[in-house]
């Protein structure tokens, strides 16, 4: 089973500012299946990121994704207010999929 | 409108069973692998199982092996997870999902319950 580590587990950011969210994987993410989900309190996750780094259906481009092996990263390049939320990384490459810890944004 | 909607959920007795439902509506589900996702209260996401699209392949996380069963019926345009020997710690919201790139649709989810 692969085991992805996100960092931080908190970041405290303020609107407008850049973003920069990792996870780490213990071993290689095969053919980079490696996504990136949003959730906000009460709701569903939502997709952002597949692929470690094609944006789906929808994503503002302020959300990007970057990375390959082991190590990749979120990036969100100016802060919106509603950007403010809990971000998880998922790798489907090898079965069985896992999720990441989860790393919370919240407004500095 | 792409979307899948949970069902089935409720509270049950350790030891218990419980058969949640998905139904996909909107796009051909039978192409797609289709996921089971569980977020304990005030937990982080836990992904439980996927199945292909014609449902000759199935895969569990460690902690379910044994105890739950995921199967679909496309006639149905459906996703099922028979949940059997319910202990406490699978007390969560479980979400069905899409697995078109990622996990790309998403369900409100249909919370269970396992409580004496």
């Known amino acids: 089973e692969i085991v992805l580590t996100q960092s931080p587990g908190t970041l405290s950011l303020s609107p407008g500012e850049r973003a920069t969210l990792s996870c780490r994987a213990s071993?290689?993410?095969?053919?980079?299946?490696l996504a990136w989900y949003q959730q906000k309190a009460d709701q569903a996750p939502r997709l952002l990121i597949y692929?470690?780094?094609s944006r789906a259906t929808g994503i503002p481009d302020r959300f990007s994704g970057s990375g390959s092996g082991t190590d990749f990263t979120l990036t969100i390049s100016r802060l919106e207010p509603e950007d403010f939320a809990v971000y998880y990384c998922?790798?489907?490459?090898?079965?069985?999929?896992?999720f990441g810890q989860g790393t919370k944004l919240e407004i500095k | 409108e792409v979307q899948v909607v949970e069902s089935g959920g409720g509270l049950v007795q350790p030891g218990g069973s419980l058969r949640l439902s998905c139904a996909a509506s909107?796009?051909?589900?039978?192409?797609?692998?289709m996921d089971w996702v569980r977020q304990a209260p005030g937990k982080g996401l836990e992904w439980v199982a996927n199945?292909?699209?014609?449902?000759?392949?199935?895969n569990y996380v460690d902690s379910v092996k044994g105890r739950f069963t995921i199967s679909r019926d496309n006639a149905k345009h459906s996703l099922y997870l028979q949940m059997n020997s319910l202990r406490a710690e699978d007390t969560a919201v479980y979400y069905c999902?899409?697995?078109?790139?990622?996990?790309?649709?998403w369900g409100q989810g249909t919370t269970v319950t396992v409580s004496s």
């Open positions: 692929g470690a780094s």
């Open positions: 071993q290689s993410v095969s053919r980079n299946r």
């Open positions: 909107g796009f051909t589900s039978s192409n797609f692998w």
């Open positions: 199945i292909n699209g014609d449902g000759s392949e199935k």
């Open positions: 999902a899409s697995e078109r790139s990622g996990l790309d649709v």
């Open positions: 998922q790798q489907y490459g090898s079965a069985p999929d896992t």
